[in-house]
Every structure is written in C-alpha cells, then in structure tokens.
C-alpha cells in the first residue's frame, strides 16, 4: 500500500515536472500583483503584533499597497505603501501619515517554500501629520529600516500545503521568474 502512494506521489511530481518544463513559456502557476498585496496586508499586521508584543514603540499599519512586478522588463516588485506610524511614547501616541515606494528583488527560499523581497531600495517617501508634511529623513529612515526588515524576514507569499498543487510545487526544485504583473514558478537551474 505505500508503495502505490508513493509511486503515485512520484507520478504527480513527474507531472508536475512535465508541466513545467514542456512549456517554458507558460508557468503552470504563478502570483499575480493582487494576490501579494493581499499578503502583503496580512504580513503586516502579523509584524505589527509581533513587534507590539516585544514592546517596541513603533507601531505600523497599511491603508493601501500596490505591488508592481516587472516595471520596465527588470527583474524586481516595486511596491508603493501608505499607511500609518505611531509612536508609542510618554502615555501618548503621536501618529504620522507616510507613503513610501520602495523596490526589491523577489526571491523564492524552497527550504521555507515562501517569496521574500529582499535588496530593498527607497525610491520615494512621505511624511504628513498635524506639525509636518514632506520628508523627514528621520521618521523615513526609521521607517524604511523596519519595513526593509519586516520584507527581508516575513515571506509576502507562502506556498500553501493544503492545496494539492502548491504542496506538489514545494516537492520538486522551484525558483520564480518575474513577469509583468505576476511571479511565475519555473524548474530551478
């Protein structure tokens, strides 16, 4: 009997296997941009339990994420962010409006079957609050460290073993190809 499953796992993973490098045009499953803005939202607030539990003074949360993949043909996410960071300090909280566009390289780990976006680089940012509005290099610079942590350290996107597909993907040798607006999975080279 579990020599049947297992030649019938092997028989999936041969298929899968078939799939992917019989078509290397077409990825047989990709992300698309609105499926890691999803996962980005949900990151984030995972991040900000986290850090709010270790007693951490920065609080952060998104109002709105918009992730671009492949701009211009180049391998990276662009990934634009406005939200709110409050500083939990002296029996107050002192929030601040920001919007920061940063970009990074998407990179699959097969050991944690998760995408990561790590090489991250501020292009754009802002800052608005009742005393304040344009950039100030310290609250950018403090924000921009704890979202280039949180990206560098917290997957946007795991694959998921409850479906059949995904966990069969995690099984056999993947990477991930940028592509305008989605993240493809190919056979690792």
Not at 48 to 67: E, N, T, Y
Not at 136 to 149: G, H, I, K, N
Request: glycine share 6%; proline share 5%.
């Amino acid at each position: 009997m579990n020599e049947l499953r297992l030649s019938g796992l092997w028989g999936m993973i041969i298929l899968v296997l078939a799939l992917s490098s019989g078509c290397a045009s077409l990825s047989p499953y990709s992300i698309s941009e609105g499926e890691l803005e999803s996962h980005l939202q949900d990151v984030v607030r995972d991040y900000d339990r986290m850090q709010l539990k270790s007693g951490s003074p920065l609080s952060l949360s998104l109002d709105d994420a918009d992730i671009t993949l492949g701009p211009d043909g180049r391998d990276v996410a662009v990934i634009d962010v406005r939200g709110q960071v409050a500083l939990n300090a002296f029996l107050a909280k002192l929030p601040v409006d920001i919007a920061l566009k940063v970009e990074g390289a998407p990179v699959y780990d097969s050991q944690e079957k998760a995408i990561y976006i790590r090489r991250i680089k501020l292009l754009e940012s802002s800052v608005d609050s009742g005393f304040f509005k344009g950039d100030l290099a310290p609250v950018t610079d403090s924000v921009m460290r704890v979202v280039a942590q949180m990206l560098e350290t917290m997957p946007v996107y795991r694959l998921d073993d409850t479906k059949l597909a995904q966990r069969m993907f995690g099984m056999v040798p993947m990477d991930i190809r940028v592509a305008p607006g989605r993240l493809e999975f190919v056979m690792a080279e």
